[in-house]
């Protein structure tokens, strides 16, 4: 599926050319695949992403009982880091696998408004800030998460063992090799 988190701003794209979807608290939900479903299924998964939704709000239940959250831990770190400026707006892809019957976080996709490349500016603004918490006027599910203390205390372990190794050979190693090879590109944009 994919969220449209400001569906009531953006439902002209949702709807358009037959997609199949369904509404959940102000959200629109494009079913991706399969293409055919009936209502029962429909009701289903829009049962499904509003009991989510108010589990990230605090309001129904353990979240770790209804999604992966481990791949939500990787998502939300994935859009942070390349500060993604579709974070919370557009783009948000989830799947249910019905082994565990939990709500998985991905594919990512669409990080071509990200790396300092918005449509937007924030003057300035964005040293020393976490991209979500800090800069993201959105109120969708990121947004939501990273002021949930416990998921951010799991967030911050996550990447401790598991990403800040990668950031460092990026940052140490590879990144400045790639920023030589595309030093023109950048200039030219």
């Known amino acids: 599926i994919e969220i449209d988190p400001y569906g009531y701003v953006n439902s002209k794209r949702v709807k358009k050319d037959g997609n199949l979807w369904v509404e959940?608290?102000?959200?629109?939900?494009?079913?991706?695949?399969?293409?055919?479903?009936?209502?029962g299924k429909l009701d289903e998964i829009s049962s499904d992403i509003k009991i989510v939704d108010e589990s990230i709000k605090g309001?129904?239940?353990?979240?770790?009982d209804l999604v992966d959250e481990e791949s939500?831990?990787?998502?939300?770190?994935?859009?942070?880091?390349?500060e993604n400026g579709d974070a919370?707006?557009?783009s948000q892809y989830f799947y249910k696998e019905s082994k565990n019957g939990k709500l998985t976080a991905g594919p990512i996709w669409d990080f071509d408004l990200s790396m300092g490349h918005p449509w937007f500016s924030y003057d300035g603004n964005e040293t020393n800030a976490l991209w979500i918490k800090g800069l993201i006027t959105e109120d969708g599910w990121l947004k939501k998460l990273s002021?949930?203390?416990?998921?951010?205390?799991?967030?911050?372990?996550?990447?401790?063992?598991?990403f800040s190794e990668a950031v460092?050979?990026?940052?140490?190693?590879?990144?400045?090799?790639t920023v030589i090879r595309v030093r023109s590109s950048w200039y030219m944009d």
């Open 88 to 90: 919370d707006r557009a």
């Open 59 to 64: 309001q129904h239940g353990t979240l770790d």
């Open 24 to 39: 959940a608290d102000n959200k629109y939900v494009k079913i991706i695949y399969p293409t055919q479903w009936d209502q």
């Open 147 to 162: 002021e949930n203390e416990a998921f951010m205390e799991k967030t911050f372990d996550y990447y401790k063992e598991h």
């Open 72 to 82: 939500f831990i990787q998502f939300f770190l994935m859009q942070e880091f390349f």
């Open 168 to 177: 460092r050979y990026v940052t140490d190693v590879s990144g400045l090799e």
